[in-house]
């Protein structure tokens, strides 16, 4: 057999793994994962908005410290870094092959799946990390001003940090408005999902998509505002960025609607998890 039919050969058995069960298996625990997580934070920060925070923070570090309080504690978060792990293997798979959605195989669609399969790897190492005994105290907004802070050393570290700023607020924005125009319904097997379940299902996508897209365009604001005055203090992680909402002049009472929308959003990642195209 010569070498292109081999080469045909092996990109159509890879094909094969990336459409396998398993495959699909590991994805849809990882969007459990997903959910589990945004609850989580959407909890705390629905505590922090009523006075009643009791010290935790409002993003991956308290979510996994709560998390681990629970009975059998461990092997949850260990089962969500695991998750967030297939997660990242299976958006890998749509950026080699394309997605199943409409469009999945187009150049933007496997661009974007490659952002995620980063972002979610990422936070898998993080998950793993915590559970293998790194229970790092750090808050988001620490880490966030650290991370910042070295990248403001570097030669045009400015340009690089807002760059990466509007790149995030834009990307909320976007995600906003798609959630309002629910094109989340082109990911989704909507036949199968029952009519009487359908408007939940919009009711947590469109409220939950909303609130999730405010939560980036503010960490994507609060990262201009670091390179417009190269100072890492202005940058802020998500706990910063919900705990903002709470200095506006609608007060205590946004952060409460973001807060909740944010958990909406994981109880919406646990429907995708049963419904979406994989």
């Not at 299976?90 to 150049?107: D, N």
């Not at 790092?136 to 070295?150: F, L, N, P, Q, W």
Request: glycine fraction near 12%; charge should be positive; proline fraction near 2%.
């Amino acid at each position: 057999m010569n070498a292109p039919a081999v080469m045909r050969r092996g990109r159509r058995s890879a094909k094969r793994a990336a459409d396998s069960s398993m495959l699909e298996g590991v994805a849809r625990a990882g969007m459990v994962a997903q959910g589990v997580l945004y609850i989580l934070v959407g909890l705390a920060a629905l505590r922090i908005a009523f006075g009643d925070s009791g010290g935790n923070q409002a993003d991956q570090s308290g979510a996994l410290r709560e998390l681990a309080a629970r009975p059998f504690g461990l092997l949850l978060v260990w089962a969500v870094g695991i998750g967030l792990a297939g997660l990242a293997v299976w958006r890998l798979s749509e950026a080699v092959f394309g997605a199943s959605e409409k469009g999945g195989r187009k150049k933007r669609k496997r661009l974007m799946s490659a952002g995620r399969f980063v972002v979610y790897a990422v936070l898998a190492v993080s998950v793993l990390s915590f559970a293998n005994g790194a229970r790092s105290s750090g808050s988001s907004d620490a880490k966030s001003e650290d991370i910042t802070a070295r990248a403001l050393s570097v030669p045009a570290g400015e340009l690089l940090v807002g760059g990466v700023g509007v790149v995030v607020a834009a990307f909320g924005a976007w995600g906003a408005v798609q959630a309002l125009r629910r094109k989340y319904h082109d990911q989704l097997r909507m036949s199968r999902i029952p009519r009487r379940n359908r408007k939940w299902v919009d009711l947590l996508g469109v409220s939950g998509g909303v609130a999730r897209g405010a939560v980036l365009v503010a960490l994507g604001f609060f990262a201009m505002e670091a390179a417009w005055s190269s100072d890492a203090d202005e940058v802020k992680g998500m706990d910063g960025a919900l705990r903002s909402f709470a200095d506006t002049p609608a007060g205590p009472w946004l952060l409460a609607a973001i807060a909740l929308g944010v958990a909406l959003y994981g109880l919406f990642s646990l429907m995708l998890a049963r419904w979406r195209r994989v």
